[in-house]
């Protein structure tokens, strides 16, 4: 029904090219990706990381049982949690019987800010993809759960519903990373592929990844300035105690709700982060002194740095559910 | 100083707009606001929404800001689908090249454009989300590109510039397109009963 033309789109332009690259991309990575039931909504993606090794992204694993795993053959294995670690988003899950190819890792330098970059997901049964750049390359950071990521990668492209768990692949279908909208309040993350790395091992060996714990919610309060200068404090803000975990290191230590954390070692904290820097897995069960504020008069108290522990709340958060894809 | 606007992908892109852009009309109705269309064949027959044409009678924008008076011959809401006549005239129209949506893969670079917004010409790139089949044949295009709902009618294009679907619906940030397979079976149909009907009155 079509009639006569004037016009002949030319062949073998760039563009055409390009859209050969990217399907070819998409065909390859999309090899590794994986769908994960292990959640009421719509599947969630994972990437075939090692022989038999799954990494996901840890807010799309709702329920610790009955995974499930549609692989890029068709085939629906089980699966087992091997670990999780909230504070980097990831978990890893473990299949018996996987006969379809592990991830093509790229090189960390091809991280660029500008490179042309896809995601790629499986919510169901065909892998799905989005198209952007890199717009961010940082250094390592810190996240709100307290994981350390080795930089940070913002992607101007979209996470759609499902993504999460899935690849960032280069325009040759080589992994960057594992895409996530979890760690930011929904905005496009990528855990870069060395972290990936870091934490499987850990995941793969114990199950989990050892971070250190005081069990204090601490929020940055301003100080008066008489108070700073009756105490010569060096800083005039602190961090008030606004819960303690009844049993936790923190609560053991005698820490009341309410006082006011000055400084750890000798250093003035005046960020939560700050003492977050400070709980390192290797600094489980070492002592901490920590200077605080109480009524008014400084003290200080020694606190045994605990692990935390093993299923936190946010695990289960229903709230996580609803702010990750 | 570096012109980058005459690097090969840019260069493409522009000609493939401007080619394509002699293809893509306004759709104006009264009440339901402006759409795109496209020029199936150059004896007067446009493509579009049937959500853009719900009345019996659209004005149809060319590239060039001309305008024609277009009569709404077939629409069906099923498929989202409608087709308007014009009488071209002494005006040439350029009618769109089809391609083939049965070709596209996951990541394949798709070209949008339409009036998003009242804007005329607009252009938007974008990759194939998916493809959703049912039998085998293409249901719906969905493509990660952004659009507005001034595309509604408008092309979804290869990297060739052929058209392989009609834009026709934003769902979860993605682009929906009915496919092009389905707009010829939906001419085809239209045809079919036209040819009825005048044998019939015969």
């Known amino acids: 029904m079509a009639g006569p033309s004037t016009t002949t789109p030319p062949t073998g332009g760039v563009l055409e090219s390009l859209s050969n690259d990217l399907a070819g991309a998409v065909d390859r990575a999309g090899q590794s990706v994986v769908a994960i039931q292990a959640r009421r909504r719509?599947?969630?993606?994972?990437?075939?990381?090692?022989?038999?090794?799954?990494?996901?992204?840890?807010?799309?694993?709702?329920?610790?049982?009955?995974?499930?795993?549609?692989?890029?053959?068709?085939?629906?294995?089980?699966?087992?949690?091997?670990?999780?670690?909230?504070s980097t988003d990831l978990a890893v899950l473990k299949v018996d019987d996987a006969k379809v190819p592990v991830a093509s890792l790229?090189?960390?330098?091809?991280?660029?800010?500008?490179?042309?970059?896809?995601?790629?997901?499986?919510?169901?049964?065909?892998?799905?993809?989005?198209?952007?750049?890199?717009?961010?390359?940082?250094?390592?950071?810190?996240t709100w759960h307290g994981g350390t990521i080795d930089r940070f990668v913002r992607l101007d492209l979209s996470i759609y519903d499902g993504f999460s768990g899935g690849p960032l692949v280069d325009a040759s279908g080589r992994v960057l990373g594992i895409n996530t909208s979890g760690l930011s309040r929904g905005a496009a993350l990528a855990i870069p592929g060395s972290t990936v790395n870091r934490v499987v091992d850990q995941l793969v060996k114990t199950g989990r990844v050892a971070r250190g714990y005081l069990g204090l919610g601490m929020q940055a309060v301003r100080l008066p300035a008489a108070l700073v200068e009756k105490l010569s404090l060096p800083?005039?803000?602190?961090?008030?105690?606004?819960?303690?975990?009844?049993?936790?290191?923190?609560?053991?230590?005698?820490?009341?709700?309410?006082?006011?954390?000055?400084?750890?070692?000798?250093?003035?904290v005046g960020d939560p982060a700050d003492v977050m820097s400070?709980?390192?897995?290797?600094?489980?069960?070492?002592?901490?002194?920590?200077?605080?504020?109480?009524?008014?008069?400084?003290?200080?108290?020694?606190?045994?740095?605990?692990?935390?522990?093993?299923?936190?709340?946010?695990?289960?958060?229903?709230?996580?559910?609803?702010?990750?894809? | 100083?570096?012109?980058?606007?005459?690097?090969?992908?840019?260069?493409?892109?522009?000609?493939?707009?401007?080619?394509?852009r002699q293809s893509v009309v306004e759709v104006r109705t009264r009440g339901t606001g402006a759409g795109s269309g496209i020029i199936w064949s150059a004896d007067g027959l446009i493509v579009t929404n049937a959500h853009v044409a719900r009345t019996e009678h659209a004005t149809i924008v060319l590239w060039d800001g001309r305008e024609l008076d277009g009569v709404v011959t077939a629409?069906?809401?099923?498929?989202?689908?409608?087709?308007?006549?014009?009488?071209?005239?002494?005006?040439?129209?350029?009618?769109?090249?089809?391609?083939?949506?049965?070709?596209?893969?996951?990541?394949?670079?798709?070209?949008?454009?339409?009036?998003?917004?009242?804007?005329?010409?607009?252009?938007?790139?974008?990759?194939?989300?998916?493809?959703?089949?049912?039998?085998?044949?293409?249901?719906?295009?969905?493509?990660?590109?952004?659009?507005?709902?001034?595309?509604?009618?408008?092309?979804?294009?290869?990297?060739?510039?052929?058209?392989?679907?009609?834009?026709?619906?934003?769902?979860?940030?993605?682009?929906?397109?009915?496919?092009?397979?389905?707009?010829?079976?939906?001419?085809?149909?239209?045809?079919a009963r036209r040819t009825r009907s005048t044998s019939r009155a015969a």
């Open chain 1, 42 to 86: 719509i599947p969630a993606s994972g990437v075939h990381w090692r022989p038999g090794i799954i990494v996901a992204a840890h807010h799309t694993i709702q329920r610790e049982e009955d995974i499930t795993i549609s692989l890029a053959d068709g085939t629906t294995v089980a699966a087992t949690l091997a670990g999780r670690d909230p």
């Open chain 1, 106 to 142: 790229a090189d960390g330098s091809a991280i660029r800010v500008g490179a042309l970059v896809l995601a790629l997901g499986r919510p169901g049964i065909a892998v799905t993809a989005s198209l952007g750049v890199i717009s961010t390359v940082g250094g390592e950071w810190r």
């Open chain 1, 235 to 268: 800083n005039d803000v602190g961090l008030m105690v606004v819960s303690a975990e009844p049993g936790g290191p923190g609560d053991t230590a005698g820490i009341l709700i309410g006082d006011v954390l000055i400084a750890i070692a000798d250093k003035p």
């Open chain 1, 278 to 325: 400070l709980l390192g897995g290797d600094q489980i069960g070492k002592p901490l002194s920590t200077g605080i504020i109480r009524g008014g008069e400084p003290k200080t108290v020694s606190i045994t740095i605990g692990e935390r522990p093993r299923e936190p709340r946010d695990a289960r958060d229903p709230r996580a559910g609803r702010r990750g894809r």
């Open chain 2, 1 to 20: 100083m570096i012109d980058v606007s005459t690097g090969p992908l840019g260069t493409e892109l522009e000609a493939l707009a401007s080619t394509l």
């Open chain 2, 75 to 191: 629409h069906d809401p099923r498929r989202d689908l409608a087709t308007i006549a014009i009488d071209p005239g002494s005006v040439t129209l350029v009618a769109a090249t089809v391609g083939h949506p049965t070709d596209l893969r996951t990541g394949d670079v798709v070209v949008a454009l339409g009036h998003p917004w009242g804007v005329t010409g607009s252009i938007a790139l974008g990759i194939v989300h998916a493809v959703e089949t049912r039998r085998g044949a293409p249901r719906w295009i969905r493509a990660d590109i952004r659009l507005a709902p001034g595309n509604s009618g408008g092309p979804l294009t290869d990297a060739r510039g052929r058209v392989v679907g009609v834009n026709t619906l934003i769902a979860g940030g993605l682009g929906v397109a009915v496919p092009a397979t389905t707009v010829s079976r939906f001419l085809e149909q239209v045809q």
